[in-house]
């Protein structure tokens, strides 16, 4: 079936407790702070609404409350950067170090560990950030040339069959970003555009067998993730009790932050703890295939782009431009 496992993710995750009260202090208030901009929205919407007339205020509600949810939305773009370089690069540097058996500090120490590691081999966030978006645009285009059958099946139920089978494939692809990312940790590289070319590579030469575990743990993790919503529903009733003029739709978006937001501190870094595993079993002894890079540069932009930006690194920095 797949060939991770989870009781050694599962250790290994739980020896990073640093880490994952991080996360859950992070995502914890990104929905504190989706909740209270909706809501502060909604209720300004519905004055404002009612001054105007009073079939006006519900409208007022829904308008304030898309309001708060999109500058929130906004905002926390904007900070993207470095919560990846603060704390999903961070943590995935300890967590490479665990699966190669090698010792990390404990408490407190560890956050700098690994911080300490990031920047190392990245030297500032803009470059592990451009990285990670390249990355990302090359994997769109992998998952591409391993979905195009879909197209040469005339019959419905078969092409019905092939969209799911994509959807899945789609939502599988989720964590290869940060299991690149690992790669580059692993092997110190100094040269990040460079080895995030080869790990791309490597990663498109097994893909079959990489994308076989993703599905499975796709899978698992939605289904988990579906489990702690209905699980936070009763919660969310009760808290929502406190207020009796609320909507009752309140209780569905309260226990689907919760949800997300375990699912993003505890779930998200044993799939990924899972994903290195099978990665780093499948690439070892491999080189990356030539066929495989000329097929994603003539078919990626941001893969050619990885190569130019890699040609043009010298000692940990970007050469200067020509006068």
């Known amino acids: ?90 943590h995935i540097a300890v967590l490479v170090e665990l699966l190669d ?30 990285v990670d978006q390249l990355i990302k645009g090359v994997i769109a285009v992998i998952a591409g040339l391993t979905r195009g059958m879909a197209a040469l099946l005339p019959i419905p139920a078969l092409q019905t069959l092939m969209n799911l089978i994509n959807a899945v494939i789609r939502m599988s692809l989720t964590y290869v970003d940060e299991i690149i990312l690992a790669h580059l ?10 080895t995030a070319q080869d790990a791309l590579v490597l990663y498109a030469q097994n893909y079959r067998h990489l994308l076989k575990n993703a599905a499975w743990l796709t899978l698992l993790i939605w289904l988990a993730t579906l489990g702690l919503f209905l699980l ?8 929502l009790a406190l207020f009796p003029r609320a909507a009752s739709a309140w209780v569905f978006l309260i226990a689907l932050l919760f949800a997300w937001a375990l699912k993003k501190a505890v779930m998200e870094p044993i799939a990924i703890t ?50």
């Open 1 to 90: 079936m797949w060939d991770f496992s989870f009781g050694r993710a599962i250790t290994m995750v739980l020896r990073t407790l640093p880490f994952i009260l991080l996360r859950l202090f992070v995502y914890a208030a990104i929905s504190a702070s989706y909740l209270v901009a909706v809501g502060m929205g909604a209720g300004v919407g519905w004055l404002l609404g009612r001054v105007a007339s009073v079939e006006g205020a519900a409208g007022g509600a829904f308008w304030g409350a898309l309001i708060g949810f999109g500058l929130t939305t906004a905002i926390l773009y904007l900070l993207r950067e470095y919560l990846l370089y603060l704390v999903k690069a961070a």
């Open 101 to 130: 058996g090698k010792s990390v500090p404990d408490g407190q120490n560890q956050l700098t560990f690994g911080t300490a590691s990031v920047k190392a081999h990245f030297t500032e966030s803009s470059v592990l950030f451009g």
């Open 185 to 194: 940790l692993r092997s110190c590289t100094v040269n990040p555009w460079e």
């Open 232 to 239: 936070f529903l009763g919660p969310a009733a009760g808290l």
């Open 274 to 323: 899972c994903l290195m595993q099978v990665y780093f079993a499948t690439i070892t002894g491999q080189t990356p295939d030539r066929e495989w890079r000329l097929r994603l540069e003539e078919c990626s932009g941001k893969f050619r782009e990885l190569g130019q930006k890699a040609a043009s690194w010298i000692g940990g920095r970007a050469a200067p431009k020509p006068a």
